[in-house]
Every structure is written in C-alpha cells, then in structure tokens.
C-alpha cells in the first residue's frame, strides 16, 4: 500500500490575473514543483490570519511577468507594505499556515474580489 499523500486546499493566481483552487501536495519538493518549474526557489510571504502567499523567490531576475492581482490581494490581506514600486511577479499561490505546516487556503474571496476590481479599467 502507497502512503497518502497529504494535500492542502490553495489558491493558485497566474500573472494574467486568471485563478483557480487546487489540492496542492504539502511537503519539499511536490510543493514547489507543482506551481513552479522544478529549480526555482521558493518565497513565503505572512499576512495577518495564518495566510502564505508562495512565488519564486527569483522571479524578477528570471524576467517573470508582474501578477498585479497577486500583488493587490497581499495589500488587501494586511501584508506587511512592500518597498515602493515593488511586486510579486510569476505565479502566485495562497495557502493557509497551520504553525510549522502548509495548511488549507483560508476563505480570501473578499479580498480577492477587490484586487480584481482593482484591476479592472
């Protein structure tokens, strides 16, 4: 018999602005490697409520394109303020922290709402 393989509920946002929720495997490398290309670095940002947001860590050097969605739902979750002219670039996931754990997305879906519209022209 195969071991579970455990998973957390996340939010997954590209950097077109699109999105989905995706069982994502807890755990290095499954984690990483499945929103990112097997030998970036990944970054976790903290936001107030146990929420993560997860990108690779080199994205600007790797000229990934911005995510302004991802980049305005951290500001809409209270995230500590990022330097001016700063951004989250390349894919952007959501989880929640359960402590020392990756744990289910928490419900983001006002916040989420606003940094759509705040996109939209």
């Keep these: 018999m195969e071991p579970m393989t455990r998973s957390a509920r996340a ?3 590209q950097a077109d602005g699109s999105y989905e929720y995706r069982d994502l495997p ?3 490398p499954a ?4 929103f990112l290309p097997e030998g970036s670095y990944v970054q976790a940002l903290n936001c107030p409520g146990r929420i993560m947001l997860w990108f690779d860590e080199e994205g600007k050097f ?3 394109p911005d995510n302004p969605v991802a980049t305005q739902l951290y500001r809409e979750l209270g995230g500590p303020s990022l330097m001016h002219g700063d951004r989250l670039v390349g894919p952007v996931v959501v989880t929640g922290s359960g402590g020392e754990e990756i744990a289910d997305c928490p419900d983001v879906s006002a916040a989420l709402q606003q940094a759509l519209e705040a996109q939209s022209f």
């Excluded at 984690?31 to 499945?34: A, G, L, M």
């Design 31 to 34: 984690f990483n490697h499945s």
């Design 11 to 13: 939010l997954v946002i």
């Design 62 to 64: 790797k000229q990934l």
């Design 26 to 28: 807890i755990g290095y």
